[in-house]
Every structure is written in C-alpha cells, then in structure tokens.
C-alpha cells in the first residue's frame, strides 16, 4: 500500500531525480543498463543544448 | 487535517485529484482547462482550480502523488530497446526526446510548476493507482479488481484482491503483450487516432460480423488461463514509434484503411469488410477480458469485480462481463483511463497518511462549477438573446419535448470521458431524425457513431433489460432496449438494438435529475438523448466561456448556461 520513502530525499529537485534514479537501478539489479543510459543521457544533453527536442507520433510505447 | 494530490501527466489525459481527510473533493482533467484534448502537459491549471474548490493554496498539501513510477518506465524502455535492437535502433531519438528530455524529470517539473518541496513528491505504480482508484470509491468492501491498459511501467494487465481496506497484485501478463496495444494498433490500421478513435471501433463492430477470427487467431493466442500472448512479428509498437502494426498485419488483413474517409457500409464492400474486423477485435477484447474475469473469479472467490484502464471504458464487454463471467455486480469508475490514475494516487496516498477510506463514487461532477455572472456577463457583451427563467429545469424540458436540441451546461463538470448531465447536449429520444441531426450537423462526425440515452433511475426498467447495474450511473455499460417500448428510442437505440443507458438520481446529477422529472410530467417519458457538449475533436465544455463559443459556433436550438437560457432568434 505504501507509497515511496521520501525521507532520505533532499529538497533540491534534479539531486533527488538523480538519486532516485540511481537508487532504482541499483535496487532493481539492472546496472548494466546504465551504459546505455549514459549514452541516452549525453544525447539528451546535447538534444536540450540544441533545441531538438520535439516529435509527435502515436505509438510512443516503447519509447514512454 | 491531512491534503493529498494526485496528479497523471506525461503521456495523454493528465489530471488532478484532491483528497482532504479521505474525502474526495474535486477531479479534473487538464484537456478541460487547455482547450487540448486529452493535454498530457503538467495538469497546473486542473490542480489550481481543485485547491480553488478546496479553498486552499498549494501551500496546503501534504502531498503530491505522480500515479507512476517514471524510473521503472526508463527502465523499461531501455530493456525494450535493448530487446528489439537492431530493429529498435531508429528509436534511439524518439527514447532519448521523450525520457531523457522530459519523462524523468517529471518530478521536478511538478515540484517548480506546483511550488511545492521536491521531497513532498510521491510515485506509485500504473497499475496499482489503476487499481486504487476503481476498488476504493467502488461500493465494495471486497472484489476482485481487473486493470487493462496499453501499457504501465512493464504490466499491461493486473489482477488483484481488494480487501480489508488494502489491494494486492495475484498476477500481471507483461508488456509487450497488450490487450490495450492490440486494441490501439487495430485502431489505427482502420484509420482512426489512436487513444481517441478506440470508441468510434466499439461503434463500428456494431455494423459488423466476427468473419475474421481465423486471421486473429494469428495475432493473438489465448490460454485456458485467461492469459493472452500477442504474435510480436504482426505488430510495430515495440520498434517503431509511428505506427503500431507492421506490413505484415496488412498481409494477413488487407491494406489499412485511409484516415478520414468517407464511411459507405451499402455501396463499399472494403467498409463492411472494415466492419467486420472492428467487430472480430471486439470479439477478440471480450474474449479476453471473459478469459482474465474468470480466472480471477476463480482466484479470488469474489462476487465483485472492479474494472480500470483505458479497456475498462469498452462498456460492450464491460456488459457481457456481468452477464457471463459469474460475477454478481461489476464497478467501473467513470474516469477507468490515465486520467484516473490520479485518483487512484491521491487516495494510496491518502490512505497512507492517515488511514482514511474514501466513500463510494455516487457523482462524477467533481470538476469547476459553472459561473452565472461570467455566462451573463458574456451574454450581454455579446447580445445574445438570453432570459432567466424561473425554472430553468422546467423550461429546459419544454424545449426537449418541443423538438429541440439544447445545449446543458449547468454545475460542476464530469470527471472522466463522458458527459452525464453537467456538460450534455441533450434532446427528444423518440425521433430517428434527431440522430442524423446530431450526428451530421452538429456534432460532424462519422454516421455509425450511436448516442446514449439518460432516463431517471427508478423508470429505466420499462424501457431497457438489464441496465440495474453498478455501472449505468457512469454510462459504462450497455443495456438491451425492449422491443416493445424501442419506438420512444428511435434517436439512440444501436444497431445491435442495444443502448449505453445512463440512469440518473438526483444525487448523481441533480440538473438532469430535475429536467428529466419535468419532461416526465409534459410527456411522461423521463428520458433524453444524452451526448457530449463539444464539438468535433474538442474536449467537453468546461467553463462558461467555452459553453457560449460552442453556442455560438454550432447550430443547437437553445443552451442553458447557468441559471441563463440562451435562445435563437429564430425560437
């Protein structure tokens, strides 16, 4: 019934992303996803730095 | 005093739920606010004016619950990816735009958008605010629950036991296999837009015969369990994100159909064809949900079920689920899409602060109320043709049985997809032509589309089999008309000579409740055709403003707005 434990969660928004995150992949066992999630990280970073974030397609499943 | 919020947002139909001291308070769905249908964007404006129902600032929250875990949807998405390479590869940008860019920071965005500390931000899970938020406000104090979507962080369908005041997951089937994502791909392939055409198919089976289940049974393979395997090589949704079945769908069914064009069931043999498909898928989803309903019966031993997810809101199968999956009383919650899925976290969170249980759903109207001095505000700027009628009611169903088409917006907006009397267009049920008239002029939309009746609760029994249900408050199930009485019908009888009735009592919708006692004593017949106060491909009717521009913009005989009836000249 429990929602998430928020008491180790610090009140400066993208830190507590960041942890959550981290936490999350740690407790799942699913480490070895995080290259792929570096990558995906660097080309969000420089998508955010050039403005190319913007699609619009019906079938977004597997990318939500 | 404890305030929780739950909030859906980020992939369509965001909205906000407030609960205070285990009570709902108010619901609401951005798309009414932003004029977008179904806005997946931060629902802002949804949560202000539910803290303005509330009388509170968000200062006031205790918490906020986003209904999923974007984390573990990351991580799905990323397993999926990884899954399908190399096909998926092409999806690489689509994955990065949509996670990396926004998805997972959906918790920060609320907390700046909300002004609200970032560690008063809670997440649950898809399908247990799914769940959650069918069970609690059901009037059950035990069922079992059935969750059937698209798709959540990895489960597509839940089953669960709701019982002593907790719920608890029995057993999941997985994406990619997806009774939501067969439904949305076979949506899309006869030409409508997906999460929004889904009803137009439930329409269209009507006109069809089940011919292709030979085909289907290529798409999908079914066990004695109830659980349900999709044929992966047939669909795209898992490697492309532009369409969801892939060329050899096609092969097996016959190209796609064109979006937008014209329907002709007499002179197109493609178009019954069409229709015969529409109406194997529908045969197909009941199956599936007949095979999942009684499984979990069997697990369970409840005689309750509660049903949510966007399949939830399929009220063909949700009627043939009461006839014949042995359950004795089926709840549907009005809002079954992601919608409510903030309802559903509001009261998880809720529930976890302070141990208070909502009470059962008796009304949907939960959103904003109508403003009198805005409509006559506007009125008067505008020089529409307006009185103030003592009985705004009483006048309402003399134009009723008078003929007329009157456009209803009076108190607090509906929660959920469908219009029950607070934002309605409603008119006389009898006429056959009434139909054609909603359906072509002002409404514009495709000619198989049916509409629904509203009759007052205690009387439906002489017009409709079957409609005495936990589900026909909130329209989200269909009844037999009988035969002999179909002639007061003729405007929203199916094909299939069924009708999605709702019943109606004073609590659930007092305005309809008194403008159908009024038309009983004029005509004795307590009914109404009962369809949605939008135009085409707009969201419902909101505020006053926008109940005036539909006025204006559409040709309905009359409208009331308020306590202010708006005439044609004409009239």
Redo the contacts between chains.
């Keep these: 019934m429990k929602t998430q434990d928020n008491k180790n969660i610090t009140s400066i928004p993208w830190i507590a992303t960041l942890y959550s995150l981290i936490k999350h992949f740690t407790h799942r066992q699913r480490l070895f996803l995080i290259p792929l999630l570096l990558i995906l990280l660097l080309s969000g970073i420089i998508l955010i730095f050039t403005s190319g974030l913007s699609y619009v397609a019906p079938f977004v499943y597997s990318a939500f | 005093m404890s305030c929780v919020l739950g909030i859906s947002a980020?992939?369509h139909d965001a909205a906000a739920a407030l609960i205070i001291d285990g009570q709902l308070i108010a619901a609401m769905q951005e798309e009414r606010f932003t004029r977008i249908k179904n806005d997946s964007s931060i629902p802002s404006r949804a949560v202000f004016a539910c803290l303005a129902q509330a009388g509170l600032s968000a200062a006031a929250i205790d918490?906020v619950?986003f209904y999923e875990?974007p984390?573990?949807?990351?991580?799905r998405?990323?397993?999926?990816?990884?899954r399908?390479f190399p096909q998926?590869w092409k999806?690489?940008?689509?994955?990065?735009?949509?996670?990396?860019?926004?998805?997972?920071?959906i918790?920060?965005q609320i907390?700046?958008t909300l002004n609200i500390?970032?560690?008063?931000?809670?997440?649950?899970t898809h399908h247990r605010s799914h769940a959650a938020s069918t069970f609690f406000p059901s009037p059950f104090d035990e069922a079992a629950i059935l969750t059937v979507d698209?798709?959540g962080e990895e489960v597509s369908t839940g089953m669960w036991l709701g019982k002593n005041g907790?719920?608890n997951c029995i057993k999941s089937i997985q994406?990619?296999h997806s009774l939501g994502?067969l439904y949305?791909a076979l949506t899309?392939y006869l030409g409508f837009?997906?999460?929004e055409g889904e009803y137009k198919v439930m329409g269209l089976a009507a006109y069809g015969t089940p011919h292709f289940k030979e085909e289907f049974a290529s798409l999908i393979s079914l066990s004695p369990d109830g659980s349900f395997e999709l044929s992966l090589p047939y669909f795209?949704?898992?490697?492309?994100?532009?369409?969801?079945f892939s060329a050899k769908m096609e092969k097996l069914l016959g190209p796609r159909r064109d979006p937008g064009k014209h329907w002709d069931f007499e002179n197109s043999p493609h178009d019954r064809k069409y229709a015969d498909i529409a109406a194997t898928l529908q045969w197909y989803t009941e199956e599936v949900l007949l095979g999942l309903a009684r499984n979990i019966r069997q697990l369970t031993g409840s005689v309750n079920l509660c049903l949510a997810g966007g399949v939830a809101l399929n009220c063909v199968a949700n009627a043939r689920l009461l006839k014949e999956s042995g359950f004795s009383r089926i709840f549907v919650q009005p809002a079954a899409g992601d919608a409510g899925g903030a309802l559903g976290?509001a009261i998880?969170?809720s529930?976890?602060l302070d141990g208070k249980y909502p009470s059962p759903l008796n009304t949907c109207a939960l959103g904003e109320n109508i403003s009198n001095d805005a409509a006559l505000k506007l009125v008067q700027n505008l020089g529409i043709n307006h009185t103030k009628p003592d009985d705004i009611f009483s006048s309402t169903a003399d134009l009723i049985a008078d003929n007329k088409v009157v456009a209803f917006a009076s108190g607090r907006f509906e929660w959920g997809p469908r219009a029950l009397g607070q934002r309605s267009i409603l008119a006389a049920p009898q006429d056959k032509a009434t139909r054609e008239r909603l359906n072509k002029v002002i409404k514009k939309r495709e000619p198989f589309r049916p509409f629904a009746p509203a009759v007052l609760s205690h009387r439906a029994g002489e017009w409709f089999e079957g409609q005495d249900c936990d589900m026909s408050p909130f329209m989200t199930s269909v009844a037999n008309v009988r035969p002999e009485n179909a002639k007061d019908l003729g405007a929203c009888t199916h094909i299939d000579g069924t009708a999605r009735v709702q019943t109606v009592t004073e609590l659930s919708s007092p305005g309809l409740f008194n403008v159908l006692h009024a038309l009983d004593k004029k005509t004795g017949i307590p009914m109404v055709v009962n369809t949605s106060l939008n135009g085409n491909g707009e969201p419902i009717v909101g505020s006053a403003l926008d109940a005036i521009s539909f006025f204006v913009s559409h040709s309905v005989d009359a409208m009331v707005v308020g306590d202010i009836l708006l005439k044609r000249n004409t009239l």
């Design positions: 980020g992939y918490r619950v875990n984390f573990a949807k990351l991580e998405v990323l397993l999926s990816l990884v399908s998926s999806q690489f940008p689509t994955a990065i735009s949509s996670q990396i860019g926004s998805k997972i920071w918790l920060d907390s700046s500390p970032r560690n008063r931000i809670f997440t649950t698209g798709i907790s719920i994406y990619p994502l949305a899309a837009e997906v999460n795209a949704f898992h490697t492309k994100t532009d369409i969801g976290a998880l969170a529930i976890d």
